[in-house]
């Protein structure tokens, strides 16, 4: 009886450490997997940019806190200032084919990262030449060395830099 209640002691105690390691390794991959979902969203907005010939930004928190969307920039003011401009019922993915320049055909869908990770930074501009800005409403500013995206989830984070040539790393 002895022996069965020090086992049963023993597992108890190595549960109680190994639960919550556990945990925060599932947290901390959350994280990781958060981190190699906004830079491929980058990477892939600077793609589609060069290959479409057309200016496209990545908008954090957007519509929400924890999502992004990459969206064209048309070069109408009406539509690029648009406040529901990540609103996916206003302006849709796919978006319609037709000649109105007003009317957005790029933009992608809104990704949602998990609730407990949230995104701070500068939304980005990727230009068809492939080269990067910083975008504040609709006015592009210039790079000087890089611009840093922070992923975090409570106390951990990890970084995105995009320089103004279009490099994109994960820090």
């Known amino acids: 009886m002895i022996d069965l209640l020090l086992v049963i002691a023993l597992v108890s105690t190595l549960a109680g450490i190994a ?5 925060n390794a599932a ?8 981190t ?24 954090l928190n957007c519509p929400t806190a924890g999502q992004l969307r990459v969206v064209e920039i048309t ?15 206003r302006f849709p993915y796919p978006g319609p084919n037709d000649a109105d320049p007003a009317t ?23 230009s068809p030449n492939g080269t990067t800005q910083r975008l ?8 000087s060395n890089s611009a840093a995206l922070t992923v975090s989830r409570d106390l951990e984070s990890s ?7 279009g490099k994109i790393a994960i820090q």
């Open 136 to 143: 504040a409403g609709t006015n592009p500013t210039r790079i």
């Open 159 to 165: 970084s995105i830099l995009v320089n103004s040539l």
């Open 75 to 89: 070069g109408v003011a009406s539509t690029d200032g648009d406040a529901n401009r990540c609103d996916e019922n």
């Open 27 to 34: 947290e901390l991959m959350r994280l990781g997997f958060a």
């Open 104 to 126: 957005p055909a790029v933009d992608g869908p809104v990704r949602r990262l998990h609730t407990s990770i949230a995104l701070s930074g500068s939304d980005l501009l990727f």
């Open 36 to 59: 190699r979902e906004v830079e491929r969203q980058l990477q892939s907005a600077r793609l589609r940019s060069v290959s479409t010939n057309r200016p496209l930004a990545v908008r």
């Open 19 to 23: 639960v919550p390691a556990a945990t």
